[in-house]
């Protein structure tokens, strides 16, 4: 298969690919059970400039853009899809910066991320707000030059280990979505505290907890966009980042299709191998043409965000969606060619098959894509 890569990309997934088969497969199992963050994986991408590919230039990045990350995290997540979100969350963390930041925040604050200094946390979802994202009760209140933020965020990614925060929350409850404003939050800043800290089915490998803050106080100067603006910003971070989860579900099902392959090629009943049978041979062929699918649905929406399209809401929802639901029958199915072996621990396969169910739900259900693409679809048509 052509995959239209550029040079620049196509050593990108050479690179990433060597390291997920070199430094990440073979302790992906120890930091599942161990429930471990892993900090010298971490360490290792910043030295490998993986946290520069989607910065400009210009703030020390390679200049790349959403493409260049989605290699990136697909060939990572098919060795661990937990382990590669440290780099997917922060980038999540740093779209509302290089969107609406404003250039004194981009200097301040892209640099260090381009190094890999620290990891970024996107901090929108509440405990009453997760699909419905207009509804935040996180608030800011004005106090002369500063916000005083009060409210919990929960499931946050790189929650706890990140030292830099994108927090949405109410500066205007009065005006629904366009009194929500969006901050930058450094760990450290009074007030700023972390809660509860998930014990997760899949992606053990990565942090998720609550942020929770306490009159927190935030200068005015680290407002992005501007006040009231902070639910589009929100949106178009979505409509951004849903490829990069996309990306890794992509990750997670090729990797699944490759055991599953190898296993079947090496299973042996009734005198022959299982994947001379088929039966069993018409499952991996459904699997791979899935996951060419979905892949074909990733790129596309990746590149029209890429060359600067203007709505890519349907786009960047309908890859998020088929590569998530890929992810999961794809796991499925590869669990079932394990058999019973598949669904031991002793086995790789049942961590992908746990993986790929969180990419039905983070950054927007499924159900929420559907909403997004079936309104899209009313107001401008089936064709665009
Ligand atoms: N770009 C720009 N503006 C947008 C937009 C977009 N993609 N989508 C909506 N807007 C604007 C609309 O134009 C509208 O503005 P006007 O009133 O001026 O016309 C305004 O925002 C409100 O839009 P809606 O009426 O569509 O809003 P809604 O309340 O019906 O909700 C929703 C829309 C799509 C359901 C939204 O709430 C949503 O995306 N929910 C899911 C949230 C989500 O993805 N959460 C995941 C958190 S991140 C995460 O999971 C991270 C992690 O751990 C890895």
Not at 136 to 149: E, H, P, Q
Not at 271 to 298: C, H, K, N, P, Y
Not at 347 to 363: L, N, S, V
Request: hydrophobic share 40%; glycine share 8%; net charge neutral.
């Amino acid at each position: 298969m052509e995959y239209f890569l550029t040079e620049q990309q196509q050593m990108l997934k050479e690179l990433a690919h060597k390291i997920a088969e070199e430094k990440i497969r073979p302790v992906a199992a120890e930091y599942d059970k161990g429930d471990k963050f892993p900090w010298d994986i971490v360490k290792m991408f910043a030295d490998l400039d993986f946290f520069r590919i989607y910065i400009p230039e210009k703030y020390g990045g390679l200049g790349g853009d959403v493409m260049d990350l989605v290699v990136a995290v697909e060939e990572l997540s098919r060795a661990c899809g937990g382990i590669s979100l440290s780099l997917a969350a922060t980038a999540l963390a740093t779209f509302p910066i290089l969107l609406s930041g404003n250039e004194a925040q981009k200097q301040k604050y892209l640099p260090d991320l381009a190094d890999g200094k620290y990891l970024a946390g996107f901090c929108l979802t509440e405990p009453a707000a997760g699909s419905d994202a207009a509804s935040l009760k996180t608030k800011a209140i004005r106090d002369g030059d500063y916000y005083v933020l009060n409210g919990v965020k929960h499931f946050i990614t790189n929650g706890g280990v990140a030292k830099l925060y994108t927090v949405f929350a109410t500066t205007d409850p009065a005006r629904s979505v366009r009194g929500q404003t969006g901050f930058i939050v450094e760990d450290g800043m009074p007030g700023l505290k972390y809660g509860k800290k998930e014990d997760k089915l899949g992606i053990r490998a990565s942090a998720t907890s609550e942020v929770i803050f306490e009159d927190c106080r935030v200068h005015k100067d680290q407002i992005l966009s501007r006040e009231g603006l902070g639910f589009k910003v929100a949106m178009q971070t979505l409509d951004k980042s849903r490829p990069g989860v996309a990306a890794q579900a992509l990750g997670i099902a090729q990797g699944a299709l490759e055991l599953a392959l190898d296993y079947t090629k090496e299973r042996e009943q009734f005198g022959q191998t299982i994947a001379s049978m088929e039966a069993i041979q018409f499952m991996l062929a459904d699997m791979a043409t899935q996951v060419e699918a979905a892949r074909a649905l990733v790129y596309q929406a990746a590149r029209m965000i890429d060359s600067g399209v203007k709505d890519v809401a349907r786009e960047s929802a309908m890859c998020k969606l088929f590569a998530a639901d890929t992810a999961m029958r794809v796991t499925t199915d590869a669990l079932q060619l394990f058999g019973g072996y598949g669904y031991m621990r002793d086995y790789p396969i049942e961590k992908y098959f746990r993986d790929a169910k969180i990419t039905q739900i983070y950054e927007g259900t499924n159900q929420i894509q559907r909403l997004v693409i079936g309104r899209h679809l009313i107001k401008k048509g089936a064709y665009i």
